[in-house]
Structure formats: structure tokens, C-alpha cells
């Protein structure tokens, strides 16, 4: 495909997804601003093919709130159909935008079926619906310019050689945590998340490696390589500037996030983690924040997290790392007794 067609196939995505948000109805407060009881949008991003035949549904979500991040379990508010409603889907929503999410694989035989996506939050219905049409097959670009890292579609022989980064998270398979002690986690592998227990309180150690080819080049400081701090001077020439780009823009720089995916209660990390969702206020800890630097990361990759536990219950964890083009992600399962 020419580089002008394929271009302008990447703003008019970005549009036409665009549309689905701006135009879906919102009773009562209509376009406004909001930080608490606005709806939660299921998202189909698009679509790409396994080597087997099989295909990657992939999803994420909008939640129109600024602060409230919901909470909704499988069930008839959180469900797939047809078939099983269970998908692997999550159940914690942060703020705002949340690109690609999860993926649902289908086999080979599954054909042109659609696969249907139920939110129900806050008292607004949402569903997301698979298709194959070519205009969401997804490729490395288009994760790309959806992120923000892209601009308008403008890509460099960097975008189609970048690999994303790997996340492995260090340890045992199983392990049990005494009140008191801090342990390590599960090593992290598919089919599925390593499970291990932990005490209400009881800070759980999350040693995980982050190693990634380099790519794309930081257009900030990278991490490690230099003082991650800006001067008086550029802090304000930042945050009076004039905004340069209509569409989503990301600092690209390489970072890893854990965050919460399934669980009823709260989660603290520590350090405070760098945001995954499209915060773009500018002071916001986010890479779509202008004023955002990279956490430092350390030489051989090992990222030192601990997370705190308030209430009982089984929990998923989910670590992103990325390059700020492309993502890959690990999940750990932990139950937390009293």
C-alpha cells in the first residue's frame, strides 16, 4: 500500500473511532467534563491473524470519568456472547481512555461471527462488536498512531523495526507469604498468571526485567541515560506552550506500570506507578502528560515494586512495559486473606 494511502487509512481510523465516542448519546450531561458517574464505553480496537488460522479480537475501553474508576464484575454488567462470558476481560476500569486493553482469541473456525462485548456501569449500556473489516486489521504502526506516538501517521524506518519491550516477572510458581514477610511472586508465564497468597497489609515484592531493542528513539531524556529533570525555564516554556498536534500526542520512552485488573479492594504501589491510561493533563505522572520524564531503570532491567493489600479477595495485577510505541503485558494472580 502507497505511504500517502496508508496515512491517511491511519487518520481516518483515528477519526471514525473518535466518532464513536463523541457521538454516542449521554443523557442529561451531554459533552461535559466529568469526574464521577459518567458512563464506561466498551471499545473494539480491531484485528489481526495468528499463524494458525486463529484471530486476536483486541479491546479496550473509555471511561468518560476523570476520577472514578469502577469496579464491575463478570456477570450480566461485564460479559461476552456468544459463548462463554468470560474472556479474560477486565473487571477494575481506570479513568478515561484505555487502548488496547486485552485480547479475546477466536480458532480458525470461527468465521465471520461477531463477538459482542457488554458494559454496564453507572447506568449506561455499552457494547463492542468484532469485525474483520480491513479499515481495524491492526499492524505494528497502527498501535502506534492509536498511542499517540505517531502524530498523524507520519512513521521512519524506526516504527516498522521497533519490537515491543518484555516483561517477566521474577520468581517461583507458587509461594506463600507469613504475616510480616515480604516475599517474591510468581514467575509469570502463559496459558495463565502465576497465583501466590499474601496477608492484608503485607507488602508483596514485585521484582520484574524489562528488556526492550532501543527503539524507537526517546523524544524525551531516556531513562538512565541522562538526568531525568527539566530546568525552571523548560517547565514553563512547556506549560504555556500552544498545543502542537489536533490528535493524541505520547512522550516515547521506554517504562514499565503495574496496575490493578481484577480485584474488589484497593492496591497500593510502590514507587507510585506511571499511568497507562491517556491522562493528558500536563502535571499528570503519564506519557500523554507534556511535562511527563521517564522513572529511571536500572542496567540489567530488574524494576524493584512492592503492593499493599486492604481487603481480602482474589486479585489480578497487570504489568505493562513500554516503549512508547508499542506495549506487551504480564498479569499475576494473588489471594489475599485476612
Request: contains cysteine; charged residues 20%; glycine residues 8%.
Amino acid at each position: 500500500m502507497p505511504m500517502k494511502q496508508y496515512a491517511f487509512r491511519l487518520f481516518a481510523r483515528k477519526v471514525l473511532l473518535s466518532l464513536v465516542f463523541v457521538l454516542s448519546p449521554v443523557p442529561g450531561s451531554a459533552q461535559e467534563t466529568t469526574t464521577h458517574g459518567a458512563p464506561l464505553w466498551a471499545a473494539y480496537e480491531g484485528w489481526n491473524e495468528n499463524q494458525d488460522g486463529s484471530t486476536n479480537y483486541i479491546f479496550g475501553y473509555m471511561n468518560d470519568n476523570w476520577e472514578e474508576e469502577l469496579r464491575v464484575p463478570i456477570g450480566e454488567n461485564n460479559s461476552f456472547s456468544p459463548g462463554e462470558a468470560d474472556r479474560g476481560q477486565p473487571t477494575f476500569f481506570m479513568p478515561r481512555r484505555n487502548r488496547y486493553t486485552f485480547t479475546v482469541t477466536v480458532p480458525a473456525d470461527w468465521g465471520d461471527r461477531e463477538l459482542v462485548w457488554t458494559l454496564n456501569a453507572n447506568g449506561y449500556e455499552s457494547r463492542a462488536y468484532t469485525s474483520k473489516h480491513q479499515d481495524v486489521f491492526i499492524d505494528n504502526v497502527t498501535i502506534s498512531s492509536d498511542g499517540g506516538s505517531l502524530g498523524g501517521g507520519y512513521t521512519s524506518p524506526e516504527t516498522y523495526a521497533n519490537v515491543a519491550p518484555t516483561v517477566t516477572v521474577e520468581g517461583d510458581n507458587e509461594r506463600s507469604v507469613a504475616v510480616g514477610e515480604p516475599r517474591q511472586p510468581g514467575f509469570f508465564g502463559r496459558p495463565g498468571p502465576a497465583e501466590y497468597s499474601v496477608r492484608v497489609g503485607e507488602p508483596l515484592r514485585l521484582p520484574a526485567r524489562l528488556t526492550d531493542d532501543g527503539l524507537p528513539t526517546c523524544s524525551v531524556p531516556c531513562a538512565g541515560t541522562v538526568s531525568t529533570s527539566r530546568s525552571e525555564e523548560e517547565l514553563l516554556r512547556l506549560m504555556f506552550r500552544k498545543p502542537s498536534k489536533p490528535l493524541v500526542y505520547k512522550v516515547v520512552s521506554l517504562f514499565m506500570s503495574w496496575n490493578l485488573y481484577r480485584g474488589e479492594g484497593e492496591v497500593t504501589f510502590d514507587p507510585p506507578q506511571t499511568k497507562v491510561w491517556e491522562d493528558t493533563r500536563p502535571a499528570s505522572n503519564s506519557p500523554w502528560g507534556m511535562l511527563w520524564l521517564p522513572p529511571e531503570i536500572p542496567e540489567d532491567g530488574m524494576i524493584e515494586t512492592t503492593a499493599t493489600f486492604d481487603t481480602p479477595g482474589t486479585y489480578v495485577l497487570w504489568a505493562r512495559g513500554d516503549d512508547g510505541s508499542l506495549m506487551s503485558d504480564a498479569y499475576i494472580t494473588v489471594n489475599v486473606t485476612e
